[in-house]
């Protein structure tokens, strides 16, 4: 059974940069790894995906090492409003069965 | 940019009634998924959708639930009899393809509340 596990929170100040790392130790070999964020009452929302080594967006990075078995968020200067939960995306080995990450509360104080 | 839309937002339900939770994927996407959320816990898949037939379901999906795609643009989930232990939000996601990893799009959830 895959195990997809986070920190619970952390919390971190405005301006910093934040990493929350994810550990998927049973991820389907061809399968992408994404990173949700998720207000309360709302939907997770797509911040980033990849598959191995780096990728950057517009709001985050994903460092991905080569045994695939974690995954980092990398969120520059954050702000109050990136107050959420974090959470991993990724597939059960051998299926297209998804396994969201614990979750971590993320809280960016002033 | 296109939204995965959910009704209702909330459904309060007498236990061991049916209920249907429906959702309007984005309008390409050809896989669908139901996942929950009981409150306070991370979001669990409950069941993927593609080519009008299920590909894959959790352990949670037993004979009590069932999804359908009624026409070309509703999904729908159905608890037959629901139990107190149903009482979670229902996210309704879509993808364009998942063979090339395109990120699932999630609606903004059914509060489904058994009484």
């Known amino acids: 059974l895959a195990k997809t596990t986070q920190p619970i929170s952390m919390d971190s100040y405005e301006g910093q940069e934040v990493n929350i790392t994810c550990s998927h130790n049973?991820?389907?070999?061809?399968?992408?790894i994404t990173w949700y964020q998720q207000f309360p009452s709302q939907g997770p929302r797509f911040i980033i995906q990849?598959?191995?080594t780096k990728v950057t967006n517009e709001v985050a990075s994903l460092f991905i090492p080569a045994d695939r078995k974690s995954s980092t968020l990398s969120l520059p200067r954050v702000s109050l409003s990136d107050t959420a939960v974090y959470y991993c995306?990724?597939?059960?080995?051998?299926?297209?069965?998804?396994?969201f990450g614990t979750g971590t509360r993320l809280k960016v104080l002033a | 940019e296109p939204e995965v839309t959910q009704t209702p937002s909330h459904q309060v339900t007498q236990m061991g009634q049916e209920v249907i939770l429906r959702c309007v994927p984005i309008?390409?996407?050809?896989?669908f998924y139901w996942y929950r959320q009981i409150l306070g816990q991370k979001v669990e898949f409950l069941v993927s959708?593609?080519?009008?037939?299920?590909?894959?379901k959790s352990e949670i999906f037993d004979d009590q639930f069932s999804v359908e795609r009624p026409d070309g643009s509703n999904f729908t989930l159905k608890i037959r009899s629901t139990k107190l232990e149903d009482s979670a939000m229902y996210f309704c996601?879509?993808?364009?393809?998942?063979?090339?990893?395109?990120?699932?799009?999630f609606g903004d959830g059914t509060r489904l509340s058994i009484l």
């Open positions: 959708f593609y080519n009008n037939e299920i590909s894959e």
């Open positions: 049973n991820i389907a070999t061809n399968d992408y």
């Open positions: 996601a879509s993808t364009t393809d998942r063979e090339d990893n395109q990120p699932q799009h």
């Open positions: 990849g598959y191995k």
């Open positions: 309008s390409n996407h050809l896989y």
């Open positions: 995306l990724v597939a059960t080995s051998g299926t297209y069965k998804y396994i």
